[in-house]
């Protein structure tokens, strides 16, 4: 094992005129939930469109998972207590890393058919975050002092990646040609990100951040991650200073990319749950609705009520349908419609499947949400 000493400082000279000029739009979004999961994240993303992630379910156990045209499967490192899914490759090998039972951390590598465990020499704890086409695998490690480190394993032979004079290292992402991405703290606990190509280190931070986190880059050397500025976390693409901020998010964390310039990541909602994404640019905003309604079910027999329905994508002339059928509906905001169910549509009970129309020749729809009317006490 080396440890990688090569650097060059580069802080770029990125004055506050930069940030009034950062691009803002030219994306739209769609929201990634595991099925019934109570928090989902997604970290990774191949060129074909496979994401992987974690998810919690209502239990508070996490799991990893890989999604393919939208298709779902769980995975968890055996006899885990917990494992956490990362980054994705075009083989569609993850890696993460899991909790065993005696609480202790190691990475892991799927590769599509079976597990195996990732274990830098000594430490005390293994995670792995990033891999690309070859098979080389980047992550952290905690030493037998609690400090972390980056490293990068290739071929089973690990090596350490440790900015010069940093309180802590971590790789975070690498791309077919061998370059890394990752974080580092300073003595003041400041964070700041770098990019590793062939050993020489290379510090950045994004346009008025006060912490800059790449978490991933793709073979055009683009990198995508997360700054905070005085207010929140956004999303960040670094070529063309771009901001990825989910619509009405708390905040907003960037994960991967790639180059079909397909961001993936998670957000938090208002209600402080996360959720997954994926961010295409060029491409329409379509309506979508959370499952933040309110109510969120209701007692057969009560009559007619409004239902708010909260969701990205609306414009003034959105429609709810009810089973297919068109309500009227008040346009509040691009996140918010009030619709009006008639008495007829809760008179029974009955599993209602709810869709947002938003005008114009094309028409689009959102997903398809289930209301549930149950059955009402007994007289």
């Known amino acids: ?12 000279a990125l004055i506050m005129s930069a940030v009034s000029a950062t691009a803002q739009s030219g994306y739209s979004y769609t929201t990634i ?3 019934a999961a109570f928090n989902t994240g997604v970290f990774g993303i191949n060129k074909s469109g496979q994401t992987s992630g974690t998810y919690f379910g209502n239990d508070g156990v996490a799991h990893a998972f890989i999604c393919t045209s939208g298709k779902f499967t769980s995975l968890d490192f055996p006899k885990a207590s917990r494992t956490f899914g ?4 075009e083989a ?8 065993d039972p005696d609480n202790k951390i190691h990475g892991f590598l799927h590769d599509a058919e079976n597990f195996s465990a990732l274990n830098y020499p000594n430490a005390v704890a293994t995670r792995a975050y990033g891999l690309n086409a070859s098979g080389q695998i980047v992550g952290s490690y905690q030493d037998e002092k609690n400090v972390t480190h980056g490293y990068l394993n290739q071929g089973g032979k690990f090596t350490s990646i440790d900015y010069p004079n940093a309180a802590r290292t971590e790789a975070f992402g690498i791309n077919n040609a061998g370059v890394i991405v990752g974080n580092y703290s ?32 793709n073979e055009s050397g683009q990198i995508v991650g997360s700054f905070s500025d005085h207010n929140k976390n956004h999303g960040f693409i670094n070529s063309g200073n771009v901001h990825i901020n989910y ?24 209600d402080s749950v996360d959720h997954g994404f994926l ?3 060029g491409k329409e905003q379509a309506p979508q609705i959370s499952l933040r309604l309110d109510p969120d079910n209701i007692t057969s027999g009560v009559g007619a009520f409004k239902l708010t329905v909260r969701g990205i994508g609306f414009v003034p002339g959105s429609i ?18 009030i619709a009006n169910i008639e008495a007829t549509d809760v008179a029974t009970p009955n599993v209602a499947s709810l869709v947002v129309v938003n005008p114009g020749p094309n028409g689009s729809k959102s997903n398809a949400v289930a209301f549930v009317v149950h059955t009402g006490p007994t007289p």
């Not at 094992?1 to 770029?12: G, K, Q």
């Not at 990362?86 to 490759?89: C, R, S, W």
């Not at 569609?92 to 909790?99: D, P, Q």
């Not at 964070?191 to 800059?212: E, N, Y």
């Open 1 to 12: 094992m080396r440890v990688r000493h090569t650097f060059v400082l580069i802080m770029l």
């Open 33 to 35: 939930d595991y099925p």
């Open 86 to 89: 990362f980054g994705i490759n």
């Open 92 to 99: 569609a090998w993850i890696v993460g890393y899991y909790i």
């Open 186 to 217: 300073d003595d003041s606990g400041t964070i700041h990100g770098f990019v590793d190509k062939a050993g020489v280190l290379t510090s950045f931070d994004f346009p008025g951040a006060q912490r800059t986190n790449p978490y991933g880059v």
């Open 247 to 270: 619509p009405g998010a708390l905040s907003t964390f960037g994960f991967a990319f790639n180059d079909s310039a397909e961001v993936v990541g998670q957000y938090v909602d208002e």
């Open 279 to 281: 961010a295409v640019k």
């Open 320 to 337: 709810l349908q009810w089973n297919g059928m068109p309500r009227s509906t008040m346009f509040q905001d691009s996140s918010h419609l």
